[in-house]
Nanobody
Framework: QLQLVQSGGGLVQPGGSLRLSCAAS????????ITWFRQAPGKGREGVAC????????NYAESVKGRFTISRDDAKNTVYLQMDSLKPEDTAVYYC???????????????????????????WGQGTQVTVST
């Protein structure tokens, strides 16, 4: 079993930055793709950023491209989401989630287009609140 523990988040003003961390334990972390999802009040859960198991494939929602950066440090069993130029519409609860084989090698666009049913992600972090407001 893989356990994911999130940290980071909080309140930031528009234009500010935050970094979320997703630390894994329990099994071989480097065999999993990690995706960050978010859920705003009254809205469905949506994909934000994904990194595959080897770190050579990443993908982002159009709304965060150029502002968010996902990375992984397998030596620390941790995936990061650096969020810059934050906007009020980025306010949401953010979740990291892990997908093992056979989904570990890719980050399909389906994660970001509203069609994904989350069936491939078996392990989830506890969620962390990000609030962008003056």
């Amino acid at each position: 079993q893989l356990q994911l523990v999130q940290s980071g988040g909080g309140l930031v003003q528009p234009g500010g930055s935050l970094r979320l961390s997703c630390a894994a334990s329990g099994t071989t972390f480097d065999n999993y793709a990690i995706t960050w999802f978010r859920q705003a009040p009254g809205k469905g859960r949506e994909g934000v950023a994904c990194i595959n198991y080897s770190g050579d494939r990443v993908n982002y929602a159009e709304s965060v491209k150029g502002r968010f950066t996902i990375s992984r440090d397998d030596a620390k069993n941790t995936v990061y989401l650096q969020m810059d130029s934050l906007k009020p519409e980025d306010t949401a609860v953010y979740y990291c989630a892990a997908a093992g084989p056979p989904l570990h090698a890719t980050c399909p666009r389906a994660y970001f287009d509203g069609t994904y049913q989350f069936t491939g992600h078996n392990f989830w972090g506890q969620g962390t609140q990000v609030t962008v407001s003056t």
